[in-house]
């Protein structure tokens, strides 16, 4: 009910009528005009109307010709589309009365329709990236001949299906990983601080995962042991280590949702004579991914591995060395909140002939060295992780239960560092974390080093095998 003296608003319909009666008018206009019974602004016929008004009204008609067409072609794809024209005439209509104001407005609701791009440092969570919650596959590869009857089996594929959501997770946490090493690829720079380097990335590993408690959030403390150095090498507090030009830096780092683990490493180098080095590596660890798979032994994998490594020789000051496989590193089978989970995978022949099975995920790591190929520790200690099998031990020292308890609540079985330790506010924890480590609670994890002289490379992937074929879930562009 309308009270005297009040407009009625205009509906959904009665706004739609005006558009459409706005838009046929102004095609009238030209249809008079060309009849010659075109008035003007005064009210005359078109026969009355000056040359430079004809010529205005011309114009005027024309473009709203070409702004009828081209309202089609942008909402349609430039093909006809008879349900359309009452839009059409309301968008030509609406830009007529409200002129740039539509454009504006249209050109915002395109923007929040647009998806998610990554920020540079990248801070927006990858679960807001995928909206649809499905992640990215890694590299399918199938399995050898003998193992081929599973990609048509129907019993195994069913299985496949199964495991959907538990392998959606470890995409999640593979593409993480990805995102994040894309980021600290442009930061990694000679005089970049060891520390600063560690924390950028690591913070990266945090927003993009979308860190909550042991549900999700960093595996392992970043490695970048240099040169000699191959393994468990991290920047405790106050350390002022710079990256150098010279320098062969091996960056290996980890994500995890509900304990599912993406454990993956590349060595980075600025100066071009050790290509020959991180090529050798490289095609080491794609050998031994290709080896791999359901009833391997793990034997016949480093012998793949080996045999690839150690056919590359690289010369540095004059003198040529033979890549050599480090033979006391190897790679592992990965668990639930178990970064090594009972089997290795030697990167030399002659090791155990434990066979791989169906389900299980894989850390296929190789290093290679111009030194001895021999690693012993040394250096400061910073990594460290609880015992996975431990069992209730008594502790005396009241800050060493309370430290205990820090760790099971942060890190669980997880592998952690003192600079972990540092960001939670703990202080004055040497004591009480060399008491769990003496009772067997906590293992200490020292820097792994062939000789000074050395340099040490290093890739790393994450394997899955499914029922049907392998995955290497860790695999992006660069690596």
Known sequence: MLLPGQVPPLTMDSRGMADRIDAESIKLDGIALENGTHPDANGKDAAELSKSQKKKLKKKSAAVRKQQETQGEEEDGGAPNCQNDGAE???????????????????????????????????????????????PEGERQPYTDDQRWRETSQEKQHLERMEQDMVNEVRQAAEVHRQVRAYIRGIAKPGIAMTELCEKLEDSVRQLIAE??????????????????????????????????????????????????????FTVAFDPRYDPLLNAVREATNAGIRASGIDVRLCDVGEAIQEVMEANEIELD???????????????????????????????????????????????ETFGSTGKGYVH??????????????GHVPLRLPRAKALLNVINRNFGTLAFCKRYLDRLGETKYQMALKNLCD?????????????????????????????TKKEVLSRGADY
């Not at 007529?96 to 923007?111: C, I, N």
């Not at 920047?235 to 599912?260: C, E, H, S, W």
């Not at 000074?452 to 290093?458: D, F």
Request: glycine residues 8%; aromatic residues 8%; charged residues 20%.
């Open 377 to 390: 520790e040394d250096l400061e200690c910073s990594h460290y992780m609880k015992n996975f099998d431990v």
């Open 212 to 265: 909550n408690g042991l549900e999700a959030g960093i595996a392992f403390p970043t490695g970048c042991s240099l040169n000699y150095v191959a393994a468990h090498w991290t920047p405790n507090a106050m350390d002022k280590t710079v990256l150098q030009y010279g320098d062969v830096m091996k960056l290996d780092f980890g994500t995890q949702i509900n304990g599912r683990i993406i454990d993956s490493a």
């Open 439 to 467: 009772v067997g609670i906590v293992d200490p994890y020292p820097p792994l080093c062939d000789v000074k002289s050395s340099y040490v490379a290093q890739f790393e992937h994450t394997l899955y095998l499914h029922p």
């Open 318 to 364: 004059g003198k040529t060395h033979q890549v050599k496989c480090v033979r006391n590193l190897n790679g592992h089978s990965i668990a639930p909140y178990r970064i090594h989970a009972g089997k290795s995978v030697p990167i030399v022949k002659g090791g155990e002939a434990t066979r791989m099975e169906e389900g299980e995920f894989y850390a296929i």
């Open 89 to 135: 005439a309301k968008a030509v209509a609406d830009k007529h009365t409200h002129g740039a104001g539509v454009l504006k407005s249209t050109k915002a609701k395109k923007d929040a329709q647009a998806p998610l791009k990554q920020t540079s440092p990248p801070s927006i969570p990858v679960a807001s990236l995928f909206p649809s919650g499905i992640y």
